[in-house]
DNA sequence: CCATCAGCTTTTTTT
DNA sequence: AAGCTGATGG
């Protein structure tokens, strides 16, 4: 049989990363080095010299990555014989199959960022500590970082030290035994849960390592000490792992991601070989000039060379726009005009670093009549209709859901209040039951009134009879839960709702199709891992939306980079520390490599973050790449950069006759402090003038018993 | 019990 | 700008 695998096209080092059967093996694989087409053909490579589909294992990033690399090595082996996931989906179907052990039913709910909030503030509370100081998003950021170094409670608990330690300990503690009561994990516990199923129970590491005898692992650094754990787990007994990666393109720090996994492979694996792919063979040396020059600025970092392969391009440009309209515009400009050229929509991109950033842009693409979509996959599965549809299903597959029940009861209006539930979950703690349990048993629950249990009773029987009917096919129980529920009556009107419910039975048939043997739980669990880049689609016809951390893995002939600004790129949150700036680097970095033949970057002078006008200096970044600040012929004329006063005061209005204050002046309250004018209303005696303060209130005072002090501009 | 509204806070990135 | 909370009134 001749080799499928294209020996002509591939480099000598391409060849070494994919030959080398047995043993660890580490791929720094710069951007644009053909990672994709090595992982592929080794796949190959591997069955090609008798290893069975069935013994590899390959974990992508993102599900649509994983689906995609599916598809590739379908063309060399039949589907389906190779594993190929994302490591939470492998984790969830380890835990299904072997979570038994360490006591997790195989039919638990994954909660998402907004369960996990519900649960943290019910912690918070339980705990009844000082609320200002132990917020839900800050301790579950506190807690993450712990359960991403396996830290489990009692460990924390017995290391805490300090007021805050000792608390967030106890919070810890009470947070997981609220997941637990709700036979839930989350994000986190998944991995969690794999890497001790792996440490504690060796019999199911043994069957992991004889099932995954060749583990291949892609974007390794952005790998955090769970998954590291899992992937050591499952290779330290034959040593085929082959992980690859670029540290520079590590770009989840901030959630957890420890980029010395990667540094550290050839210590952790001795004898691992080591194949560096440096040649680029997407973006032309314009491009990979300034995104050289760029990343060479991060101190912590192997030195690693982008060696061009392609004909030399366009420059690079910067544009300067006075605001996020003015830089919207110009990008919709510029798209039409690659259009008109006859270029592919599929082929053009616009990053940015926050997904606030889309709307200005999508404005003026709806006002050029461009076509693009939104790449943001989890916006569909956080709308309230959907979750509430959704509730309804966790709730039948995982009767102790109690956040997915309360979600359920809360759809629309049944006469059932908030004490009764408060009395509900009472009755419930007292007898160890769950919600819908305790709901069955309503009419012992003397607490409640009398109607209010019979409705209570209702909703719970009919919960109990969904459960009854829930076997096989995905789509018509979803259609009939949404009838019966009620739901379809109340959104009934609702027709931008009543599209989305439509597209959710769509993406449920569509699962039906797909799957060898659809069930709920299994469905709920998939779409609990649904991502932002999963709603990509690359023949959409359209150009690309999305935030640079979505733009990971893709590439485009034409891009586009907008809000160069000193905090937004480097965010302002997270240019704290120095090794924060350079991840934000490292982020502007792979943005910059995803481009293949022009790279267009934008910088307004203001924008209007959080409802509040703000002028802007450049990005740092911009220099960086060679950009040498705005010529005098540029300058607007209102001042220095971030004197918002300045610019201000310029806009101060006229007054008229008899008024006492301008709008945009400058006042001084003897309370409140200073202030700007916003708004006059001009009533003779009885007028009224707004202000708003420095401290960031906004406050309507009567002019003649404010005690106010011009200051003029 | 439930709808509505004023007032207040808001971490940006995501599995 | 937008979402959440607590207060108010029907």
């Not at 009470?174 to 994990?185: D, E, F, G, P, R």
Request: proline share 3%.
């Amino acid at each position: 049989m001749a080799s499928v695998i294209p020996m002509e096209t591939l480099t000598e080092s391409q060849k070494e990363a994919i030959f080398h059967k047995d043993g660890p093996l580490l791929v720094l694989a710069g951007p644009g080095s053909g990672k994709t087409r090595v992982i592929t053909c080794r796949i190959a490579a591997l069955i090609e010299s008798g290893v069975r589909p069935y013994h590899i294992c390959a974990i992508t990033f993102t599900n649509k990555a994983a689906e995609e690399m599916r598809n590739r090595v379908a063309v060399f082996v039949p589907a389906g014989g190779v594993h190929i996931s994302t490591f939470h989906s492998l984790c969830v179907s380890i835990l299904r199959r072997y979570g038994e052990a360490a006591q997790i039913q195989s039919n638990f709910s994954i909660f998402d960022v907004k369960d996990q909030q519900r649960c943290m503030k019910e912690a918070i509370k339980d705990c009844q500590v000082n609320v200002t100081n132990f917020t839900p998003a800050r301790m579950l950021d506190f807690i993450s970082r712990l359960k991403n170094d396996l830290e489990c409670p009692r460990e924390f608990e017995a290391r805490a030290a300090g007021f805050f330690e000792k608390n967030a300990a106890r919070i810890y503690a009470k947070y997981q035994q609220i997941l637990k009561q709700n036979n839930a994990l989350d994000f986190d516990d998944l991995l969690v849960r794999t890497a001790f199923l792996l440490r504690d129970f060796p019999a199911v590491r043994e069957e992991l390592s004889a099932r995954f005898r060749y583990l291949l692992v892609d974007e390794y650094q952005d790998t955090n000490h769970a998954q590291y754990q899992i992937a050591k787990g499952i290779a330290l007994a034959h040593r085929n792992i082959c992980v690859t990666g670029d540290p520079d393109q590590s770009i989840y720090r901030w959630r957890g991601a420890d980029i010395e996994n990667i540094l550290v492979f050839e210590k952790d694996w001795p004898q691992a070989k080591v194949v560096k792919l440096e040649e680029n063979f997407r973006s032309t040396p314009n491009i990979l000039e300034k995104a050289d020059q760029l990343i060479a600025q991060n101190m912590k970092r192997k030195a690693k060379k982008l060696i061009p392969t392609k004909e030399k391009g366009l420059d690079v440009c910067i544009e300067i726009c006075e605001d996020e309209s003015a830089e919207a515009h110009w990008v919709a400009e510029q798209a039409e005009a690659l259009i008109d050229e006859g270029k592919d929509s599929n082929q053009i991109a616009v990053f940015y670093r926050v997904n606030s950033m889309s709307r200005a842009i999508e404005e003026a693409f709806v006002q050029h009549q461009l076509p693009y979509q939104v790449v943001r996959g989890v916006e569909f599965y956080a709308r309230k209709e959907i979750r509430d549809l959704l509730s309804y299903l966790k709730v039948m597959v995982n009767s102790q859901d109690d956040v997915a029940f309360l979600r359920a009861i809360g759809t629309h209006p049944r006469g059932i209040g908030k004490t009764s539930l408060e009395r509900l979950e009472q009755f419930a703690r007292i007898h160890g039951l769950s919600l819908l349990e305790a709901a069955l048993r309503a009419e012992q629950v003397e607490t409640v009134n009398r109607p209010t249990r019979g409705r209570i009773v209702e909703f719970a029987k009919m919960v109990q009879q969904f459960r009854d009917d829930m076997e096989g096919d995905v789509s018509p129980l979803m259609e009939r839960v949404f009838d019966a529920s009620g739901l379809a009556k109340v959104l009934g009107a609702d027709a931008d709702a009543m599209d989305n419910i439509s597209e959710l039975f769509n993406s449920a048939a569509e699962y039906d199709q797909r799957s060898e043997e659809p069930n709920l739980m299994d469905y709920l669990q998939m779409i609990a891992l649904y991502s932002d880049s999963d709603a990509y689609n690359a023949e959409a016809g359209r150009v690309s939306l999305m935030t640079l951390h979505a733009a990971k893995g893709l590439e485009f002939d034409h891009v586009f980079i907008i809000g160069l600004e000193d905090g937004l790129l480097p965010h302002e949150r997270s240019s704290i520390g120095a090794d924060d700036l350079e991840e934000e680097r490292r982020l502007f970095f792979v943005g910059m490599t995803r481009a293949r033949q022009t790279l267009k970057i934008g910088y307004a002078r203001h924008r209007v973050i959080r409802g509040q006008f703000i002028r802007s200096t450049p990005s740092q970044f911009l220099y960086e790449i060679g950009f040498e600040g705005e010529s005098d012929a540029f300058d607007s004329g209102w001042g220095e950069p971030n004197d918002f006063d300045n610019f201000a005061s310029s806009l101060v209005s006229k007054k008229k006759p008899g008024q006492l204050y301008a709008v945009n002046e400058l006042v001084e309250h003897s309370k409140f402090g200073l202030g700007r004018v916003k708004e006059y209303l001009d009533l003779g005696e009885d007028s009224i003038v707004v202000i708003r303060f420095n401290s960031g209130k906004t406050k309507s005072l009567m002019v003649k018993y404010a005690k106010l002090n011009s200051l003029g501009g």
